[in-house]
């Protein structure tokens, strides 16, 4: 589908937002079309990567009530539970602005975050430069006295986080980017006119998104927010046409498929479709399941309980299943207001790391194979390496019996060898009746255990 051609003059005030081009070397050149970006073959990188961190934070963090869309919640809906919260807590002149300064950031040190990140065992983390609200985690011109340099924290985020990702760990840095804001007076204009002025996008959204790219070059650009705008009025066709042209990341840069309404699960780089998508088998494009490890909110909540986050066994049975179907896993945590990963969450991610240590060989760099799951026992998720003859077997419940059937794998006497990752040891098979083997596991103590939560066997030569 192409999309409409823009009034000359709005692609007239779009060429001059436009940072001048640069080098493109032999790369092809993609037209502001659909037709053509939807052809963009997504960087290798993308895919073998697996395993990403998303972190939502900014001044939703301060009141941490119940969810990342507070302001919209206690002000537009106006939920009782959010305005007797704001009524018995805060003085009744306060506005959402005035919890700016009271994001502090205080105890927020990029360094120890990269290094939180790394020991999680993720390839790429994505940090919310903006949301929903507009306070932008950097120093935007456009968004002048809503910034995190302006206004509390008075610091860079997104560069202190890109420079601590990028010096400490082997993670590829990301940013999210909100298109719209709820409450920004030139977007609630443009909506009232359907849409037909453009003021927002062409003098706040575009800046912003050629400012990001150009100062910090994320190589994942999480676009989020279309507000029930077409892709016409934000222009995204003839920007992602230059992020894959001219831009400094043109070449490994990745984007997902939220660039106005009705391109999510459509257009774009790699689909998300909708928040905690997990189809349960295999799709033909390449896919992310960006999930909570909190199960109600993307950012911190103050009045979360310990049964509201997803156990790290939940966690990897997401991890295995999103990974075995042609999927990333985008794990969210919400920091706090004074910058610091709460303990459950910095407990979900190294024990994530723990485990990735041990069964990593079974998720990076793999391919779903021609099976996505057992047959004959639940809760087995395949993988493959085509080139190492590889196939791997991740099981979330370890057999009393000591004997795990699998249906799907085609084995041949003497040539069919199994181990256990971390085990280190071959293991004893017999081909079933019908199809697949019944695998003899090691009889191993908890301690010998190689890891706890899932195992992974590594299958060589089935089909």
């Given at each position: 589908m192409r999309s409409p051609k823009l009034p000359g003059l709005v692609l007239s005030l779009l060429l001059l937002l436009l940072p001048p081009p640069g080098p493109v070397g032999g790369a092809a050149r993609f037209d502001p079309t659909w037709e053509s970006l939807d052809a963009r073959q997504l960087p290798a990188w993308f895919d073998q990567a697996?395993?990403?961190?998303?972190?939502?934070?900014?001044?939703?963090?301060?009141?941490?009530?119940?969810?990342?869309?507070?302001?919209?919640?206690?002000?537009?809906?106006?939920?009782?539970?959010?305005?007797?919260?704001?009524?018995?807590?805060?003085?009744?002149?306060?506005?959402?602005a005035d919890f700016g300064p009271l994001f502090t950031a205080k105890f927020f040190d990029a360094n120890q975050w990269a290094d939180i990140?790394?020991?999680?065992?993720?390839?790429?983390?994505?940090?919310?430069?903006?949301?929903?609200?507009?306070f932008t985690l950097w120093g935007s011109e456009r968004s002048w006295n809503w910034n995190a340099v302006d206004e509390g924290p008075k610091r860079d985020i997104v560069k202190e986080l890109a420079v601590a990702v990028r010096t400490r760990t082997d993670l590829r840095f990301g940013l999210y980017y909100?298109?719209?804001?709820?409450?920004?007076?030139?977007?609630?204009?443009?909506?009232?006119?359907?849409?037909?002025?453009?003021?927002?996008?062409?003098?706040?959204?575009?800046?912003?998104?050629?400012?990001?790219?150009?100062?910090?070059?994320?190589?994942?650009?999480?676009?989020?927010?279309?507000?029930?705008?077409?892709?016409t009025y934000w222009n995204s066709t003839v920007f992602l046409a230059w992020l894959y042209n001219e831009s400094p990341v043109r070449d490994t840069v990745v984007t997902n498929d939220r660039w106005g309404a009705g391109s999510i699960c459509?257009?774009?780089?790699?689909?998300?479709?909708?928040?905690?998508?997990?189809?349960?088998?295999?799709?033909?494009?390449?896919?992310?399941?960006?999930?909570?490890?909190?199960?109600?909110?993307?950012?911190?909540r103050r009045n979360g309980g310990i049964s509201d986050y997803l156990t790290i066994e939940e966690l990897v049975k997401q991890l295995v299943e999103t990974v075995s179907c042609g999927g990333n896993l985008l794990m969210n945590i919400g920091p706090t207001k004074d910058g610091t990963i709460s303990a459950i969450f910095e407990e979900r991610l190294r024990q994530m790391g723990t485990w990735l240590k041990v069964n990593g060989e079974a998720i990076y760099d793999t391919h779903a194979w021609r099976s996505q799951n057992d047959t004959v026992t639940p809760d087995v998720w395949y993988t493959s390496k085509p080139k190492n003859k590889l196939v791997y077997a991740m099981f979330l419940k370890w057999p009393t019996s000591g004997q795990l059937f699998l249906g799907q794998p085609k084995a041949t006497l003497g040539a069919t060898e199994v181990e256990l990752l971390g085990h280190g040891q071959p293991l004893q098979w017999t081909p079933l009746e019908q199809n697949g083997i019944m695998v003899e596991l090691p009889q191993l103590t908890v301690h010998q255990m190689p890891c706890k939560w899932g195992w992974a066997l590594a299958l060589t030569n089935v089909t």
């Open positions: 697996k395993f990403g961190i998303f972190i939502h934070w900014g001044v939703f963090s301060v009141p941490s009530f119940g969810s990342e869309w507070f302001w919209w919640y206690w002000q537009k809906e106006k939920l009782p539970s959010y305005v007797d919260f704001m009524k018995n807590n805060y003085p009744p002149d306060f506005t959402y990140l790394q020991a999680s065992g993720a390839k790429y983390v994505v940090l919310t430069s903006k949301h929903h609200e507009g909100s298109l719209f804001e709820w409450f920004h007076p030139l977007f609630l204009e443009d909506e009232s006119s359907s849409f037909q002025k453009q003021q927002y996008p062409l003098s706040k959204m575009l800046p912003e998104l050629y400012e990001l790219v150009n100062q910090y070059q994320p190589e994942v650009l999480w676009s989020d927010g279309d507000g029930g705008a077409p892709d459509k257009h774009g780089g790699y689909y998300t479709c909708s928040d905690r998508y997990n189809p349960g088998h295999l799709l033909p494009h390449k896919w992310e399941n960006c999930m909570t490890i909190d199960q109600f909110s993307w950012g911190y």
